[in-house]
């Protein structure tokens, strides 16, 4: 069966550290990978996402991701973080030529000012 | 573009209760999906839809049905409600397979739902 796993459950930074969440899946063929951000409150908005070409994705906010298809790993990481980015984070993945998404469990980052 | 729209935003039940939660896109999605989320596992299939007339089950269905008359709406109903149940539904909509195109979901605003 297809999985997602997030290495962490929780992660507390201060402003201007960098982020790294990590994020691995096991699919067979190919696969697109998302990562999805939900702030307090709020439903999950996409950050960013992989379907093929250049493995480092760039998405918004500052965030990028590098698929590395050796290692199943599509890892999201931001440079310098702000206190806004304080939020649950979440990887999914779906086969390439489906729609059905599985996601990981979650990653909360704290981000103290 | 309204999007997704879930109703109702928050919800108390009582066990063996039922009720319909709302989900409508005007993006002429083909695929429809619910989640729900519960703290430390993400969020799991319930059901889902790749067209209008079409549903099928997703990883935690038991005790949820669904129906696809329209393009557009996506019904996700409770059965007879339990405490299990509380948590938060997410509906989710995005292009279908077929012509391969961009299948990134659009998430609703969520039901929270607590079941007494």
């Known amino acids: 069966a297809q999985s997602v796993s997030q290495h962490n459950h929780h992660v507390i930074l201060s402003e201007a550290a960098s982020l790294e969440l990590g994020c691995n899946y096991s699919y067979g063929g190919t696969v697109n990978l998302f990562w999805y951000v939900q702030y307090p409150g709020q439903h999950l908005q996409l950050l960013l996402k992989?379907?093929?070409?250049?493995?480092l994705v760039k998405g918004i906010k500052g965030f990028e991701a590098e698929f590395i298809k050796s290692k199943f790993s599509f890892n999201l990481r931001k440079p310098s973080v702000q206190w806004s980015d304080t939020a649950e984070y979440f990887c999914?993945?779906?086969?390439?030529?489906?729609?059905?998404?599985?996601f990981g469990g979650g990653t909360r980052v704290l981000v103290k000012p | 573009n309204a999007g997704v729209t879930q109703t109702p935003k928050f919800q108390v039940l009582k066990t063996g209760q039922s009720m319909t939660l709302q989900c409508a896109q005007d993006?002429?999605?083909?695929?429809m999906s619910w989640y729900r989320q519960d703290p430390g596992m993400g969020l799991r299939l319930i059901h889902y839809s790749v067209g209008a007339g079409i549903t099928d089950q997703g990883e935690v269905p038991n005790g949820y049905n669904v129906s696809r008359s329209t393009t557009e709406d996506f019904p996700l109903r409770l059965l007879s409600a339990a405490p299990s149940q509380t948590s938060v539904y997410f509906c989710?909509?995005?292009?279908?397979?077929?012509?391969?195109?961009?299948?990134?979901?659009?998430f609703g605003q969520g039901t929270r739902l607590t079941v007494v």
């Open positions: 999914a993945a779906s086969k390439a030529a489906g729609n059905k998404l599985t």
């Open positions: 992989y379907f093929s070409g250049d493995p």
């Open positions: 993006m002429n999605h083909e695929y």
């Open positions: 989710a909509s995005s292009y279908g397979r077929m012509p391969q195109r961009d299948p990134e979901a659009f």
